[in-house]
């Protein structure tokens, strides 16, 4: 069984007892890494068996995936790492390039309607070639915003490059007054049933360990991505990693509000 990650910190709280051999995976269970990008298509091609998927793409792809239960990565107000990182204050990129990164389908989703129906600018959004990671390669190209995610936009928020940063999941709870669900985990409907339920059952004991132990992850967080212990700490400390009904909830709003058909919102 192929179960994807992201290779972001993140996930830490979900697969750090998995990394660590506390918990075990489902016989013959691989981890599988990448972008929050990469994972979507891999799941969706049927070459991962059980991944994190950005929530709208699980919602586009609801058909042919399972939504496993309890378990999720969205915020309560600021998420720290989705943020728009800009030369000028929002009410004046209207007709500006705005970079994007290919790397996230949700992030972008909730940046195109905080634009339109929130600070009313038309913007002329770019895909950056490339990756958030490559911060040096992505300064250089023409742009007076961009929208990063993941470690990267830890770094570049405590590099205080760019005059103004948005933090995307601050303005939708500005905006709505409701969390932001941005990945939902799921498995291929395909898969065997016993397998999932392992899978499922060890992720979320993986985690239950992980939401015990976020001062350690952050620690070992702090080394992997080149940011300060705090930093890494307040930042998992904030994150949601549960599922419950008024993720729900919330999840469907956002889908109404991004024009997601009613009938692939979240079953």
Not at 53 to 68: K, M, N, V
Not at 209 to 216: E, K
Request: glycine letters at 8%; aromatic letters at 8%.
């Amino acid at each position: 069984m192929r179960i994807g990650r992201i290779g972001y910190i993140n996930c830490a709280p979900v697969y750090g007892a998995i990394d660590r051999g506390i918990v075990t995976l489902p016989q013959d269970g691989q981890l599988v890494t990448g972008t929050p990008a990469e994972l979507n298509d891999l799941l969706v091609a049927g070459e991962l068996d059980v991944s994190v998927i950005s929530a709208i793409e699980y919602a586009r792809h609801a058909r042919e995936l399972l939504l496993l239960p309890d378990l999720a990565i969205s915020c309560d107000g600021p998420v720290r790492s989705v943020a728009l990182f800009s030369r000028r204050t929002v009410g004046q990129l209207d007709g500006r390039t705005v970079l994007l990164s290919a790397s996230s389908r949700t992030s972008v989703a909730l940046l195109e309607l905080l634009c339109r129906d929130v600070w009313h600018i038309t913007p002329k959004f770019a895909e950056a070639r490339a990756e958030a990671q490559d911060l040096a390669t992505l300064g250089a190209l023409p742009h007076e915003a961009v929208l990063v995610i993941g470690d990267p936009a830890l770094k570049l928020a405590a590099a205080g490059t760019y005059a103004h940063r948005y933090d995307l999941g601050e303005e939708w709870k500005r905006w709505t007054g409701k969390p932001f669900v941005f990945a939902v985990w799921a498995a291929r409907r395909s898969a065997r049933g016993s397998d999932i339920a392992s899978a499922h059952d060890s992720l979320l004991a993986s985690r239950a360990w992980g939401l015990g132990h976020l001062a350690d992850l952050a620690s070992a967080a702090a080394i992997s991505c080149d940011v300060p212990r705090e930093t890494c700490l307040e930042y998992l400390s904030g994150l949601d990693y549960a599922f419950t009904d008024t993720h729900r909830a919330a999840l469907s709003d956002f889908l109404r509000r991004a024009g997601v058909p009613q009938f692939q919102q979240v079953a």
